[in-house]
């Protein structure tokens, strides 16, 4: 039988709230990629834990929405595009001091719109290895799985 794949845990030394029986969170990622491979992060607004560590965007689910209408909401809200199709890619557990939550990443290839920034969040097309810092704890393994892709061991350097 094969075992859950355990949480990454993050800032392991701080206290987590909300105890051992907490709830997890779901929340939908979008890694939007141009045809030349190009992809987009963005720096998490000041008013939001880890304030200025760079992410792909996305968001938390409301009540009753699938992965990809969270993500349709969510890209839309943050970056004023619409999204053509969304590819489901993985998932990964994040055990943060603030919350325990599932990330389901996606990949975006095709979208309309402008990109605007409504939550005043900075953002850069990236390659790898990525030239912004820092990473949020919960974003590295994407960009090692982005590296892995194109043949790249470190994603960071
Ligand atoms: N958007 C996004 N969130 C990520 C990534 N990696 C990662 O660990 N997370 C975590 C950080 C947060 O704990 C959670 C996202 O929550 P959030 O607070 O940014 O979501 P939200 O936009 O719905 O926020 P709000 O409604 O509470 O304002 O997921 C990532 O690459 N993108």
Same mark, same amino acid.
């Given at each position: 039988?094969?075992?859950?794949?355990?949480?990454?845990?993050?800032?392991?030394?701080?206290?987590?709230?909300?105890?051992?029986?907490?709830?997890?969170?779901?929340?939908?990622?979008?890694?939007?990629?141009?045809?030349?491979?190009?992809?987009?992060? %963005?720096?998490?607004?000041?008013?939001?834990?880890?304030?200025?560590?760079?992410?792909?965007?996305?968001?938390?689910?409301?009540?009753?929405?699938?992965?990809?209408?969270?993500?349709?909401?969510?890209?839309?809200?943050?970056?004023? +595009?619409?999204?053509?199709?969304?590819?489901? /890619?993985?998932?990964? @557990?994040?055990?943060?001091?603030?919350? @325990?939550?599932?990330?389901?990443?996606?990949?975006?290839?095709? /979208?309309?719109?402008?990109?605007?920034?409504?939550?005043?969040?900075?953002?850069?097309?990236?390659? +790898?290895?990525? %030239?912004?810092?820092?990473?949020?704890?919960?974003?590295?393994?994407?960009?090692? /799985? @982005?590296?892995?892709? +194109?043949? /790249?061991?470190?994603? @960071?350097?």
């Amino acid at each position: 039988m094969t075992q859950p794949k355990s949480p990454l845990v993050a800032d392991a030394h701080e206290e987590r709230a909300g105890g051992p029986d907490r709830p997890v969170v779901d929340v939908a990622v979008g890694v939007l990629i141009q045809p030349n491979g190009d992809f987009l992060l %963005t720096s998490r607004p000041i008013d939001k834990v880890y304030a200025g560590y760079w992410e792909f965007p996305g968001g938390k689910f409301e009540p009753g929405e699938s992965v990809e209408q969270a993500l349709t909401r969510e890209l839309h809200e943050e970056l004023g +595009i619409q999204t053509g199709q969304i590819q489901r /890619w993985r998932e990964e @557990l994040v055990d943060y001091p603030h919350a @325990l939550v599932r990330l389901h990443f996606c990949k975006v290839l095709d /979208w309309s719109g402008e990109l605007q920034m409504r939550e005043a969040q900075s953002f850069a097309w990236q390659h +790898i290895p990525v %030239t912004v810092s820092p990473i949020l704890p919960g974003t590295v393994p994407v960009l090692q /799985w @982005l590296a892995a892709d +194109i043949g /790249w061991k470190n994603a @960071l350097f």
